[in-house]
């Protein structure tokens, strides 16, 4: 669904009609990559004074996830992120706080309860599936929602996105095997930034592309720049359009680059060199879409300015709110994990109650 069909705004520029978009569309995936990296620089500035325990970033993974999220209906279709996915969250309809509160875990965190580590993002209103430490399970979660989908009779697609490294597992090939035998609305993203925290990929694979092994299963497996917003858009778009008709899965891989470290946790000068990372900050999706978007005449000084001062007002507020929420209480400590057998009551909603001003 465009910014278009939601909002009226219909002037479209040459690079936004190419792609069957309208210019406020293009605007919106900027100022959404621009407050993802604002938010995670946040989480680790956090971090380092001492605030948050943990940081894992997708600082260089903005330009793919906010294309490749962007054709999904929103509170509609299912996505099963991984741990860097905070751009594909803002997508899905996560707020600014909501990600906050998961940074901090806080009691009313939308994710978990604050009952998960920082970036385990999920999201039940936005149909976000809750991310998993043990790396690549979601793709079953999502297979099982995309054969519901088909019980169901609704045209509802499930995604399920995770790193190179993670699509090693066997999960993988069990849920590929099965959603391509039975032809069910699913998209598989890997967001391929070379490196399993220090592995690189040449280690890690024996083929170029992951999206290779989409042929074993039969089904269409794509490679696209990560850092060019609209080919992951467009990419994307094929693949869901594809899906929801009935058609069946698709696999794309998005070559995008990592510029920070594995996580807070890492420091990868350790293993990288000054000039691959000299390279790799060339390859920053933000200031290469930023770009373009001025070359066509959609992004202009002053909306760009403005942009500037809504993402930085939106972090001060999600950092201030979620800092200034309680920590889970106590007593919930053992909920949804052991069953009361003194009771017929059923357990509590796993959903934190929605507390005022949360949004």
Known sequence: ??????????????????????????????RTMALARALDERMWVLNRSGRAPFVISGQGH?????????????????????????????????????????????????????????????HAGHHVVSVSSPVATQILHAAGIALAARIRGLDQVAMAIMGEGSSNQGDVHEALNFVAIHRLP?????????????????????????????????????????TDVLACYAAARDA?????????????????TRLTGHSSDDQQTKYRSEAELAETRALDPLP??????????????????????????????????????????????????????????PPPPWHPAPREGAR
């Not at 860097?84 to 875990?105: D, H, N």
């Not at 998209?187 to 092994?213: K, Q, T």
């Not at 929801?244 to 070559?255: H, L, Y």
């Open 288 to 345: 290469i879409f930023r770009d373009q978007l001025r070359a066509a005449g959609v992004l202009d000084e002053v909306a760009q300015l403005e942009i500037d001062g809504d993402v930085a007002l939106a972090v001060e507020d999600a950092t201030a709110f979620a800092e200034a929420e309680p920590d889970p209480d106590p007593a919930t400590g053992v909920d949804h994990v052991f069953a009361d057998r003194s009771s017929n009551e």
């Open 240 to 256: 869901v359009d594809r899906a929801r008709r009935g058609d069946g899965p698709s696999m794309i891989e998005a070559k995008v």
């Open 62 to 122: 903005e330009g793919a996830q906010v294309g490749i999220a962007w054709p999904l209906r929103r509170d509609h279709d299912w996505v099963a992120p991984f741990y860097r996915s905070i751009a594909t969250c803002l997508v899905a309809g996560m707020t600014p706080r909501e990600l906050m509160l998961a940074q901090f875990a806080r009691g009313s965190d939308p994710s978990s309860g604050g009952r998960q580590m920082p970036g385990h993002y999920g």
């Open 1 to 30: 669904m465009t910014v278009a069909d939601q909002h009226g705004s219909t002037a479209a520029s040459g690079l936004a009609a190419a792609y069957g978009l309208v210019d406020a569309d293009l605007v919106a995936m900027y």
């Open 186 to 226: 699913f998209v598989f993203v890997v967001e391929n930034n070379g490196y399993a925290i220090s592995v690189p990929a040449e280690r890690e694979l024996s083929v170029r592309d992951v999206a290779d092994r989409a042929a074993g299963y039969g089904i269409p497996g794509t490679v696209v720049d990560g």
